[in-house]
């Protein structure tokens, strides 16, 4: 089911390709009689499936997770018209692919066009060279796609770090999301309806049993790997996870699918755009873009520490 789906993402790529070589020719066709300066056709150059490994280990390394957290599990292939380099992640091995041009990369959970990855990336630690503004009482917000493998890593790290300062701090989980109506079936989300779905459940469980957010969360990492290639129906999955930690479904189900659902994910929406995020995870601090969401559990108590303008009278050391 994974091949298909990687095919599939592939398929579409190579399609808008298609298409905007075919406009060029189109445009060419016409003869236009004012004078222009036509440039050759680029030729689509491929790298070799040594470079390919080489570039996805780098890349997974360097954006996504823990240099020691991620080695080469296995030889690297050639399939479906990809490269495919599999890669052990905190002891999980799991599947990437890259088209031989090397420009697109094919996550487990989506795929990203590296250049304007990097450039995006590059523009966020550009904006996190500013200090983060001291307060009486910071804003600590973490936006996230629920499905997302490192944006469920995110939360599980921030969870019991958020626990320590309390009330002391205003946290909130958000959702990268685009709403395009009033119904959950409008709400999009990288990796589908599903993920759209599991934002405004977790919204709820975050609004009615905040406590109960990270026990939720790892019961849905354990089983990530299975929902991911649907021999896990999440539908089924969630509700039992649910139910084991005393959560009514009902009441979750009701704010998530209503109108109050989709009103909060809207004004998460609304958010993202402001600080113009698009990768999961993003951690802002008194708005400002943070680094530390990526430097572990101590890095993120230091980061949050540094924002008050009055320090709590006690700090807690992670052990």
């Excluded at 036509?38 to 080489?54: M, R």
């Excluded at 977790?202 to 969360?217: E, G, H, S």
Aim: glycine share 6%; net charge neutral; hydrophobic share 40%.
């Amino acid at each position: 089911m994974k091949k298909y789906i990687v095919m599939l993402l592939v398929l579409a790529y190579l399609y808008f390709l298609s298409a905007g070589i075919a406009m060029a020719e189109d445009k060419l066709a016409l003869g236009q009689s004012q004078e222009s300066v036509v440039e050759p056709t680029k030729e689509v150059k491929t790298i070799s499936l040594e470079e390919a490994t080489d570039k996805v280990v780098s890349m997974v390394k360097k954006y996504f997770v823990q240099e020691n957290n991620a080695t080469l599990s296995g030889k690297s292939v050639e399939e479906s018209g990809l490269y495919k380099v599999d890669l052990s992640v905190n002891n999980n091995t799991q599947n990437f692919y890259l088209t031989k041009d090397g420009e697109l990369l094919v996550l487990p959970g989506g795929f990203i066009d590296i250049a304007k990855f990097e450039e995006a990336t590059k523009k966020q630690q550009e904006t996190q060279k500013e200090e983060i503004p001291k307060t009486q009482k910071p804003t600590v917000e973490l936006f996230v796609m629920s499905l997302c493998p490192y944006g469920i890593k995110a939360e599980k790290e921030i969870l019991p770090v958020i626990k320590l300062f309390g009330d002391k701090i205003d946290f909130k989980v958000k959702f990268i999301v685009k709403v395009k109506g009033s119904t959950i079936n409008e709400v999009v989300s990288l990796h589908g309806n599903n993920e759209a779905m599991e934002d405004a459940r977790q919204a709820a469980i975050m609004k009615y049993y905040p406590d109960k957010l990270q026990p939720y969360i790892e019961k849905i990492d354990k089983n990530s790997c299975l929902i991911s290639c649907g021999a896990v129906k999440l539908e089924d999955y969630w509700k039992m996870a649910a139910k084991q930690l005393r959560i009514d479904v009902k009441k979750i189900e009701s704010f998530a699918y209503g109108q109050e659902g989709i009103s909060l994910l809207k004004q998460n929406e609304t958010d993202a755009e402001k600080y113009e995020i698009s990768a999961s995870p993003t951690l802002v601090i008194n708005g400002i873009k943070s680094q530390a969401i990526y430097q572990g559990a101590k890095a993120l108590e230091q980061a949050i520490y540094s924002a008050f303008t009055n320090s709590p009278d006690m700090r807690h050391e992670n052990k």
